[in-house]
């Protein structure tokens, strides 16, 4: 009997039937007197053309298949009804191994598979520059070079750029801190949107001495406005400035990056914009259609090839990086989230050959039922059908509860990796639906097929007459089979996590060469526009440490450009003076921190001094490692660093050395390092203060203090360092 007992007949057998009839009813007409042709063409309006014929000989063999479906899917609910404690232990089982496995494809589709959310986003691309010599890529654009990019090129529709910075809106009692995008030039026309109310910015607004206009975000609307569609014409006063609001951007706009308040533009014409050295842009671009990034990517080089003669002083030997937006962004996220998604795939795998287990324990209750469907006439596959049916039901019950399980994972999959990129973007949506059916259809396989095979190979004498020693022998084979693929499973699930919790023990047991412990950090806001006179902002930061360095209860305080212990990488080659082989490249990890930095953090000091409190000329402090890898273990304090390339840092003497710290984090080994004694390497550096007692305890009493010393500005990000 053909399979889901669809008992229509062959398409052949069809066709030769209809046409022997037609045939015989042919040659009666012929008989009769008529011609061949006509006697054909009366046949067929009699008998009925042969589509027609098949059609309703199908509809015939319709009405049994569903009718059978029905009569299993009804025998299913009866027997899982007979046994309700054994149904739901089944159910929950899945649940729980399709609930997991979907919660994290949900991650996957939002964050690996989906497109980017902006019309044709496998055009965008994010451009840099880097140095023939050197490894690694400026992160940042000069905004000249940027529209010098944009101008030349042949195969981007546009190009532009944009920076973040904390800001303080200052309106309100107490200052409030934003996060604010200062953008380049075509910079909504890139992404391929446009404001959900309002306007994007006018070319005047564009300009240097332009009006002051503002774009602000959806969140920031609803929080600020309560959605009024009357704030369009008020203004935002951020410190000294007052910004016109013009539009409101769309709520799923999260680019550049996902907390942004407001958009201002950086005028192209603008003085300081037209230095080739100062980089502060990440640059954006969006391919012409049909273009590929290979083809781009030659392009550029020859624009920039073209610079580099034109400007041999600041351009010659840089390359433009050209890489798809959506990779930059996923990068180092794709290998975790496939190794978690292998997991709970395992985890599956074991909830089914437990289902299957049980399953075919309790197809040995059901041997006398088989025996009275055979003597009635039941075929082997009907049997298989009914007991698959049975499957899928509880299948398909644990895929809905694993679907309503899945939607709570998302919710604390959202809160406990909000670092994520593109977590504001995983939902289960109708595509994570059809994961979970196709679930439940491949549970119903591996957990239904093994027992239903099994308990349908008896045969009717067999199942009557007696139980043989071959069929007990040849279940328990298979029951003991289920068992050691289960074991398996588990014992590789559970391999994977005893590495995991070694490995964490292991890094617990590793010393990160600095004291985190009782260490509050913060920042406080500040706009780049402060770095145009540094001595003004090198005085504010110090002037700030020496105020909070007084509150009681505060041991140390100093300023970092990266926290400790947070991958940070910014590798820059320099030349040591009185280096023995002067041809080696000297490459080390670069960190900017201000005097008390060491003290603070508890880094031993090894020889000379750490960073002092002020001094004309340029300082540094290098670490074990930088000594014993460029200068074999020699005394080092008192000669010079010269940075090469491109670097807003000048040449500093050697004030210092300290031991080696895991700057990187703690599952990298220490590398040279060079700290360069400079309290303003932002305008918003980290701020870290040891604490006599309990960190988050002096929160409070630090605000306030800022608040005193600074009260136009923001305080945000303060956390313990050890959290």
């Known amino acids: 009997m053909p399979w889901f007992q669809f008992r229509k007949p062959a398409s052949s057998q069809v066709d030769a039937e209809v046409r022997f009839h037609i045939e015989q009813l042919t040659e009666e007409y012929i008989a009769s007197g008529l011609s061949p042709r006509e006697a054909r063409r009366r046949a067929l309006i009699e008998f009925g053309g042969p589509q027609q014929i098949k059609e309703e000989i199908r509809e015939v063999h319709r009405l049994p298949f569903l009718e059978t479906t029905f009569s ?9 009804r007979k046994s309700p404690a054994f149904s739901l232990s089944i159910v929950a089982t899945l649940a729980l191994g399709i609930g997991a496995n979907t919660a994290v494809f949900s991650a ?23 140095r023939r010599d050197s490894k690694a890529s400026e992160n940042f654009v000069a905004p000249v070079r940027l529209e010098d990019w944009n101008r030349l090129n042949s195969t981007f529709q546009n190009i532009s750029g944009y920076y973040v ?3 303080s809106e200052t309106s309100g009692t107490l200052p409030e801190k934003l996060s604010m995008a200062i953008v380049a030039p075509r910079f909504l026309e890139v992404w391929g949107i446009a404001p959900a109310l309002g306007r994007d910015f006018s070319p005047q607004e564009a300009h240097f001495g332009g009006p002051a206009a503002v774009l602000i975000s959806d969140r ?28 409101v951007m769309p709520a799923n706009f999260l680019f550049p990056e996902r907390n942004v308040d407001l958009w201002i533009p950086s005028p192209a014409d603008a003085p300081y914009a037209q230095s080739r050295e100062s980089t502060w842009f990440q640059a954006i671009g969006r391919l012409k259609r049909g273009v590929t990034a290979a083809q781009a990517r030659a392009n550029l080089d020859s624009v920039q090839a073209a610079l580099g003669r034109q400007f041999p002083k600041t351009d010659l030997g840089l390359q433009v990086v050209l890489e798809p937006l959506k990779e930059s962004t996923i990068r180092g996220e794709r290998r975790s989230l496939w190794v978690l998604f292998g997991s709970v795939t395992l985890l599956l795998l074991i909830a089914c050959t437990n289902v299957a287990a049980l399953l075919l324990a309790r197809s040995s209750q059901r041997r006398h039922e088989i025996s009275v469907r055979y003597s009635l006439g039941a075929s082997r596959l009907m049997v298989i059908r009914q007991m698959l049916t049975e499957t899928f039901v509880l299948a398909a019950a644990g895929s809905l509860a694993g679907l309503l399980l899945a939607v709570q994972m998302t919710h604390l999959l ?3 990796a909000a670092s994520l990129p593109r977590i504001e973007e995983v939902r289960i949506d109708w595509h994570i639906a059809l994961y979970a059916v196709a679930c439940s259809l491949v549970a119903t396989f591996l957990c239904g097929l093994a027992p239903a095979w099994r308990v349908s190979s008896e045969s009717l004498a ?17 029951q003991w089979m289920l068992v050691g693929v289960q074991v398996t499973l588990a014992v590789t699930l559970l391999c994977g996590a005893g590495l995991l919790v070694r490995s964490l023990s292991e890094l617990g047991r590793v010393s990160p060469g600095f004291d985190s412990s009782h260490v509050l950090t913060l920042r406080i806001n500040a706009s780049w526009g402060e770095t145009a006179d540094m001595k003004v902002l090198t005085h504010r930061i110090d002037s700030i440490l020496d105020g909070l360095r ?13 926290l400790p212990g947070v991958p940070a990488e910014y590798p820059m080659e320099v030349h040591l003076e009185g280096a023995e082989d002067p041809q080696r490249k000297i490459i080390a990890e670069n960190r900017a921190v201000s005097n008390g930095y060491f003290e603070t953090m508890r880094i031993p000091l090894l020889a000379g001094e750490g960073c002092p409190r002020s001094r004309d000329t340029s300082t540094a402090v290098v670490n074990r490692s930088f000594v014993n890898a460029y200068a074999d273990g020699h005394f080092v304090v008192g000669r010079h660093l010269r940075p090469l390339g491109n670097s807003f840092l000048r040449p500093g003497e050697i004030v210092g050395v300290v031991g080696d710290a895991r700057e990187q984090g703690i599952q990298r080994a220490p590398v040279p390092a060079i700290y360069w004694c400079f309290s303003a390497p932002v305008p918003d550096p980290y701020y870290l203060v040891r604490t006599s007692g309990e960190p988050m305890r002096m929160a409070e009493p630090l605000r306030r ?16 360092l050890d959290a």
């Open 165 to 167: 910075e904390n800001i």
């Open 462 to 478: 067999g199942s009557l007459a007696q139980n043989s020693r071959t069929q007990v022998s040849s279940r328990t084979r298979l």
């Open 220 to 247: 920031y609307w609803r929080r600020r406005f309560n959605a009024a569609p009357e704030a369009i014409g008020k203004r935002v006063r951020t410190g000294s400035s007052s910004l016109t609001i013009i539009g």
């Open 705 to 720: 203090k800022i608040h005193e010393l600074q009260p136009a500005r923001s305080v945000f990000d303060i956390k313990p």
């Open 414 to 416: 959202r809160a406990a």
């Open 550 to 562: 007084i509150v009681p209860g505060v041991e140390a305080a100093a300023t970092a450009g990266w």
């Open 72 to 80: 299993h899917l009804q025998f299913a609910l009866r027997w899982i």
């Open 108 to 130: 996957i589709q939002a964050i690996l598979l989906q497109p980017l959310p902006f019309p044709e986003g496998d055009q965008l691309m994010r451009l840099a520059e880097k």
